[in-house]
């Protein structure tokens, strides 16, 4: 079974417009983190945002939110303000379990998003 | 100054020639991966080390071997290459232990086996 599902292989906001990029995750580990990347045309992986297990509260990163809903296991992105530069493939990742062991990522297949002028 | 760094940024070669791909991350950090992005964009990760030491070997074919000299550097060598290799390969690090530890990736060594 899938650890991490992106539903979505790719879609179109319109520029200065909010969206949302969906994750579902399976884990029974209670201690696991949930992370979302960013991947320009270029190929870098970059970082936008972090969701601990044990987080009260949703994280928040400049115009990046993540929705999560421990009890139906996703976590979803949500952009704010879309802007042209946000086109690229998102990534999200699981890591379960504690310790050096436990750092892995798993990640989701990726969702491709083109934010139109 | 780059966090990590790979080289080569490229690299093409012959089916069952022998390669390698360096790895150096100058953040402090004490643990460093080796992950596979395929032709579909899915990254799986091979390989963990924390403190020079392996932690994790996901189920790569033993013709890829990785070597970390220290904690700052995470070698990968592959033998006798196969056209199924042709991939782009990160490297990573992090510092373990910590919960919300991010991982940073280098800019990543686009392999194609001819």
């Known amino acids: 079974a899938q650890k991490i599902t992106q539903t979505q292989p790719g879609m179109f906001v319109q520029e200065k417009e909010a969206v949302t990029l969906d994750c579902t995750y399976d884990t029974s580990d209670p201690s696991y983190g949930l992370f979302w990347y960013k991947q320009p045309s270029s190929g870098e992986m970059i970082f936008l945002i972090y969701q601990g297990s044990y987080d009260q509260q949703n994280a928040t990163e400049g115009r990046y939110s993540l929705n999560f809903q421990k009890a139906r296991k996703s976590a979803n992105l949500v952009i704010s303000a879309s802007q042209l530069g946000d086109s690229a493939m998102y990534f999200c990742a699981m890591r379960e379990g504690r310790g050096a062991a436990g750092n892995k990522l798993t990640f989701g297949g990726g969702t491709r998003v083109l934010v139109k002028p | 100054d780059t966090a990590v760094s790979q080289t080569p940024k490229y690299l093409v070669t012959q089916m069952g020639n022998d390669k390698s791909i360096k790895c150096e991350q100058n953040l402090g950090h004490d643990t460093m991966y080796w992950y596979k992005q395929d032709s579909k964009k899915f990254l799986k990760i091979m390989f963990s080390y924390n403190n020079k030491e392996l932690i994790i070997n996901e189920t790569v074919p033993n013709r890829f071997s990785p070597k970390s000299p220290d904690k700052a550097h995470l070698n990968l060598h592959i033998n006798s290459l196969e056209l199924g290799d042709s991939a782009v390969y990160f490297c990573?690090?992090?510092?373990?232990?910590?919960?919300?530890?991010?991982?940073?990736f280098g800019p990543g060594t686009r392999l194609t086996v001819l």
């Open positions: 990573a690090s992090s510092q373990g232990g910590l919960r919300r530890a991010e991982q940073f």
